[in-house]
């Protein structure tokens, strides 16, 4: 780019290209020039989109209490998913007349790529309202990029 508003020798598209990080004219070249669709963009190698999810919860969780339980996301491809920029993700409980729903930003201070067929776990909390009645609740989580990954798994809630 051209110091102090000057005419710059580079054409725009250059000028343009060289202000986006790597990660964003990756993703740009793959679109424009590869030809590959947003979706098959999310689930290349070493995106968040190959990851998978799995939920491990106890059995019951007393209304008015919190829901202790992990998330594991594992990378089954031979490549390194790094977790730059770092995704948010969104927790759910679901049932008739109860809906808890919550979005974060996933903790990539601690874990900032998952190895190639490695996994994370990750502890997290839920509160169960007081007024929960005694149901079977499903539990769901989904990391925010465009093709997940997500889980959701059943909790029976108990009086409190």
Same mark, same amino acid.
């Given at each position: 780019m051209a110091p102090d508003g000057a005419a710059s020798d580079e054409p725009p598209v250059a000028e343009a290209l060289f202000v986006l990080s790597r990660e964003e004219r990756d993703v740009l070249l793959l679109f424009a020039w590869a030809d590959l669709s947003y979706? $098959?963009?999310?689930? !290349?190698?070493?995106?968040? &989109?190959?990851?998978?999810?799995?939920? *491990? =919860?106890?059995?019951?969780? /007393? +209304?008015?209490?919190?829901?202790?339980?992990?998330?594991t996301l594992s990378n089954p491809t031979k490549t390194t998913v790094v977790l730059h920029p770092c995704p948010g993700y969104s927790e759910g409980a679901y049932a008739s007349g109860l809906v808890v729903r919550r979005s974060f930003a996933l903790?990539? $201070?601690?874990?900032? !790529?998952?190895?190639?067929? &490695?996994?994370?776990?990750?502890?997290? *909390? =839920?509160?169960?309202?007081? /007024? +929960?009645?005694?149901?079977?609740?499903?539990?769901?989580?989904?990391?925010?990029?465009?093709?997940?990954?997500?889980?959701?798994?059943?909790?029976?809630i108990t009086a409190g």
């Amino acid at each position: 780019m051209a110091p102090d508003g000057a005419a710059s020798d580079e054409p725009p598209v250059a000028e343009a290209l060289f202000v986006l990080s790597r990660e964003e004219r990756d993703v740009l070249l793959l679109f424009a020039w590869a030809d590959l669709s947003y979706e $098959q963009i999310a689930d !290349a190698p070493g995106t968040a &989109g190959t990851l998978q999810a799995r939920l *491990r =919860l106890p059995a019951s969780v /007393r +209304a008015g209490t919190i829901l202790r339980y992990t998330v594991t996301l594992s990378n089954p491809t031979k490549t390194t998913v790094v977790l730059h920029p770092c995704p948010g993700y969104s927790e759910g409980a679901y049932a008739s007349g109860l809906v808890v729903r919550r979005s974060f930003a996933l903790n990539c $201070q601690s874990v900032q !790529a998952i190895p190639a067929h &490695g996994h994370v776990r990750y502890a997290m *909390r =839920l509160t169960m309202p007081q /007024r +929960a009645a005694p149901a079977i609740v499903k539990i769901a989580w989904r990391l925010n990029t465009p093709t997940g990954p997500s889980a959701g798994r059943n909790v029976q809630i108990t009086a409190g």
